[in-house]
C-alpha cells in the first residue's frame, strides 16, 4: 500500500513537470508539499483505510496541497524513519499524522529536533503535544478531555453501577494511558470503586482467562480500554461468559470494524470521539452522505478528523504566504507553525469550532456514542 | 472461578497440542524443526473461514477443508523446500533455513490475498453457551474438546496399528536402515508432512472458532509456542506434545488469573526452561514415536 501512496506521489509530480513544461503559470508556491503518515496495513489497518477516503474526498476539492503519503504500519519505528525522510528528503513544510499515541510519542521529538511542524490527526494519549513545543500539534481531544462526558454518560444510563472491573491493553499507548490513569481517575471522582484493572496486550487471541477473573469480582460495569480488533473480541468473551453487565470502552473502539468483530455482543456499548456520526447540520451530513457513497461502512472518527486536519493545513498553507523556495524552507515551517497555533474558533468543516490551546492540543465539544443496532449512534 | 479457569486453560491448550504434536511428528522422522508450521495453522485458519465464507458451510465443512487444505500445503512445503536438499546432500540444518523462506512467503501471500486485517468467523457460528454448576462451557470450547481428542486418539492408531504408521515409527528410527529393509522413506516423510500439518490446519479452525481472531500473522505466536511445548514434552515425542501442550495452556491461563497478566508468555517461557533445567531430554524423553 505504501507502494500506492508513492504513485499518488509519483502522479502529483508529474503533473507538476508536465505544467512546468508548458509554462503554465502556477507558481511552486501554489502547492505546498505536505506528509501525511498513517496506517495503511498492519495494526490498525481500518482506520488507515477510513482516513483513505478522507483523503481522496479532500483532494477532489481542490489540490492545493501536494501530498506525500506513507504507510507507517503502526509501527514506531517506521514512523520514525518517515518522519525523517519526510523532513529531510521530501523537505515537506509540515506533517499530518501519525494515527496512534506510541507513534507520535517518538515522532514529534524527531520533528521538533528537525523545526517542521507536525500535527497528529487523532492521538489521544495526554501530554504527548505538550513535552514538544513549539512544534507539534493534535487536532484531537485527548481521553482526559473525553472521558468525563463519558463516564458522565454511561452512569446516567446505568444508575446503578458502584464498582467496576477495567479491561485494558497495555501494550497500546493510548489503552495503557486511558485505562491504567484516565479513566480511573475519571470513575474515582464521581464515586465509583474500580475493582481491578486486568490486563492484556495487543494482539493476544484468548480472553477467556481475563474475563473469567473479571466475572468472579461481580462488577457492575466493565470498563474497558482498547483498540477495535482486542476491543471487539474482549466484549465478545464477556458476553460468551454470560456477563450482562453494560460496558463502557474508550476511544480505541470507534471504529466500524468493532462493531463488525463484535457482532451482537458490541450491543449498548458506549463510547466517545470527536465526530458526531448523525449531526443534522447540513453541510457535516452532506459530508457523511458523500463519504457513505465510497465507503460500505460510515465515516468514523479517524476519517473525520484527517479530513478536517488537512483543512486547517490547506488554510494554513494560504494564510501563511509561503514562499516554496527550498532556500525559504526554514522559514516556511515557521510560518506554518506560527499559523497552527493561533487556530482558534476554527470552523472545521466536520467535527466543527475548534480551538488548539497552549499545549497544542484541539478543543471542541466531545461526542458520547452508543452501538444500537449495529452502529455507532449519538447520545445526546 | 479455577475451575472455570481449567477449563480455558484445557481449551488453550489442546490446540497449543495439536501444533505441538506436528513439530514432533516431523523432528521425529527428520530430526529437523520445520519453522514453517505456525504458519501452515494460519492458512488452517484462512482456508476455513473462506469455505465458510463462500459456501455459507458449517464448522464441520470448514474443519474438514482445512485439514485437506494444509495436508496438501504440507506436501508441497516438503516437496519444495525439503526434499531438493536432501536430494542434493545439502548441509543438514539448510532445509530449516528454506522453512523460514516458506513461512515468510506464506504470511506476504495471505496478506496479499486476504488482507493483514484481523478477521472472524461469521456471527451465525456464534456458540451456544451452557452452564454447569460455576462454569460456562460453549458449544465450541466441546467442539475443540472433541476434534482434538478425536485427532489425538486417531493419530496414535494410526502410529501403532497401520503398516504406514509403523513404517514412519522404522523411519524415525533411523532412515538408513528403513531404507535397507525396503521402506519407501521419502513417501513416509511425505505422508508424515500431511498428517502434521493437517493437524495444524484443523487447530487453525479451532482456534478461529473460538477466538475469532484470524490474520496472516496469527502463526508466529503460535508457531513458537508449539515449538516449545515440542520441547518441554521431549524432541519429537508426540504425547510429551499432548500433555506438555495442556499443561503450558494451563500455566499460561493460571498466570492471567492469579499473576500479572501482562506476562503470560514470560511465565509459560519461564515454566519451560526451569523443567528442561531439571529434564534436559523434556518430560516425556526424546524422539519416542514407538
Not at chain 1, 458502584?162 to 481517575?185: E, H, N, Q, Y
Not at chain 1, 447540520?281 to 468514523?300: H, N
Not at chain 1, 474558533?345 to 497544542?360: E, H, I, L
Not at chain 2, 477449563?7 to 511428528?25: D, F
Amino acid at each position: 500500500m505504501a507502494s500506492h501512496g508513492k504513485s499518488i506521489a509519483l502522479v502529483v509530480l508529474a503533473v507538476c513537470a508536465v505544467s512546468a513544461l508548458l509554462g503554465a503559470a502556477a507558481p511552486a508556491a501554489a502547492q505546498p508539499k505536505v506528509g501525511v503518515l498513517m496506517p495503511l496495513s498492519g495494526k490498525g489497518a481500518s482506520y488507515g483505510a477510513h482516513q483513505q477516503v478522507a483523503i481522496k474526498m479532500f483532494q477532489e476539492k481542490g489540490d492545493a496541497l501536494r501530498l506525500v503519503i506513507y504507510d507507517t504500519r503502526g509501527e514506531n519505528t517506521d514512523a520514525i524513519n518517515l518522519t525523517r525522510k519526510l523532513i529531510g528528503s521530501d523537505q515537506v513544510v509540515a506533517i499530518v499524522g501519525p494515527l496512534f499515541s506510541g507513534e507520535s510519542e517518538v515522532t514529534f521529538p524527531v520533528a521538533v529536533q528537525g523545526k517542521t511542524p507536525i500535527i497528529t490527526p487523532t492521538s489521544a494519549k495526554p501530554g504527548i503535544a505538550a513535552a514538544n513545543r513549539p512544534w507539534a500539534f493534535r487536532n484531537a481531544l485527548t481521553s482526559d478531555k473525553l472521558d468525563g462526558a463519558l463516564i458522565d454518560r454511561w452512569l446516567a444510563a446505568h444508575p446503578g453501577i458502584k464498582k467496576v472491573v477495567i479491561l485494558l491493553d497495555t501494550k497500546d499507548a493510548v489503552s495503557k494511558s486511558d485505562g491504567s490513569v484516565v479513566l480511573p481517575a475519571a470513575l474515582k471522582s464521581r464515586g465509583i470503586t474500580v475493582l481491578d484493572s486486568i490486563s492484556f496486550q495487543t494482539g493476544d487471541i484468548d480472553y477467556s482467562a481475563q474475563v473469567t477473573k473479571a466475572k468472579s469480582l461481580n462488577p457492575d460495569g466493565v470498563v474497558v480500554a482498547a483498540l477495535y480488533n482486542e476491543g471487539a473480541n474482549v466484549v465478545r468473551e464477556v458476553r460468551k461468559q454470560g456477563m450482562t453487565q453494560p460496558i463502557v470502552a474508550g476511544l480505541g473502539v470507534m471504529d466500524p470494524r468493532f462493531i463488525e468483530l463484535a457482532g451482537p455482543a458490541a450491543e449498548g456499548v458506549m463510547t466517545v470521539n470527536d465526530f458526531w456520526t448523525d449531526n443534522p447540520d447540513p453541510a457535516v451530513a452532506r459530508w457523511v452522505a458523500d463519504y457513505k457513497k465510497r465507503s460500505p461502512t460510515p465515516p468514523s472518527n479517524a476519517a473525520a478528523l484527517m479530513y478536517d486536519t488537512l483543512d486547517i493545513v490547506r488554510t494554513c498553507a494560504e494564510k501563511s504566504a509561503l514562499s516554496g523556495k527550498p532556500d525559504d524552507l526554514e522559514k516556511d515551517r515557521e510560518r506554518m507553525r506560527d499559523c497552527l497555533a493561533k487556530v482558534k474558533d476554527y470552523k472545521a468543516p466536520v467535527t466543527g469550532a475548534t480551538t488548539f490551546d497552549a499545549n497544542g492540543d484541539a478543543v471542541r465539544q466531545p461526542v458520547v456514542l452508543v452501538v444500537r443496532q449495529g452502529k455507532f449512534e449519538s447520545v445526546r | 472461578m479455577l475451575l472455570q479457569q481449567l477449563v480455558n486453560g484445557l481449551m488453550l491448550g489442546s490446540t497449543y497440542a495439536l501444533i505441538a504434536i506436528g513439530y514432533a511428528l516431523i523432528f521425529g522422522v527428520l530430526g529437523l524443526v520445520h519453522l514453517a508450521h505456525g504458519e501452515v495453522f494460519m492458512m488452517g485458519a484462512l482456508i476455513g473461514l473462506q469455505l465458510v465464507l463462500w459456501l455459507h458451510a458449517g464448522p464441520a465443512v470448514a474443519l474438514v477443508g482445512a485439514l485437506l487444505g494444509t495436508a496438501v500445503l504440507g506436501m508441497i512445503i516438503e516437496l519444495t523446500a525439503f526434499r531438493p536438499i536432501r536430494a542434493r546432500h545439502g548441509p543438514v540444518f539448510a532445509p530449516m533455513v528454506s522453512t523460514i523462506g516458506v513461512g515468510l512467503i506464506l504470511q506476504e501471500v495471505a496478506t496479499k490475498v486476504f488482507g493483514g486485517e484481523q478477521v472472524g468467523f461469521p456471527h451465525r457460528l456464534e456458540p451456544v453457551t451452557w452452564r454447569v454448576g460455576p462454569i460456562t462451557i460453549s458449544s465450541v470450547q466441546l467442539l475443540i474438546l472433541g476434534v482434538s481428542v478425536a485427532l489425538m486418539v486417531a493419530l496414535h492408531l494410526w502410529v501403532t496399528r497401520t503398516r504406514m504408521g509403523m513404517a514412519m515409527r522404522a523411519s524415525a528410527e533411523s532412515t538408513l536402515t528403513a531404507r535397507l529393509l525396503g521402506i519407501s522413506t521419502d513417501r513416509v516423510i511425505l505422508v508424515t508432512f500431511a498428517v502434521a500439518s493437517a493437524l495444524a490446519g484443523a487447530a487453525g479452525v479451532l482456534v478461529g472458532l473460538s477466538f475469532n481472531a484470524i490474520s496472516p500473522f496469527m502463526g508466529i505466536d503460535m508457531g513458537v509456542k508449539g515449538l516449545a511445548i515440542m520441547l518441554l514434552g521431549g524432541l519429537g515425542n508426540i504425547y510429551g506434545a499432548m500433555v506438555g501442550g495442556l499443561l503450558l495452556g494451563a500455566v499460561e491461563v493460571l498466570s492471567v488469573a492469579y499473576l500479572a497478566s501482562s506476562y503470560r508468555d514470560a511465565f509459560v517461557f519461564a515454566v519451560m526452561i526451569l523443567i528442561l533445567l531439571f529434564r534436559p531430554q523434556g518430560l516425556f524423553g526424546v524422539g519416542h514415536i514407538r
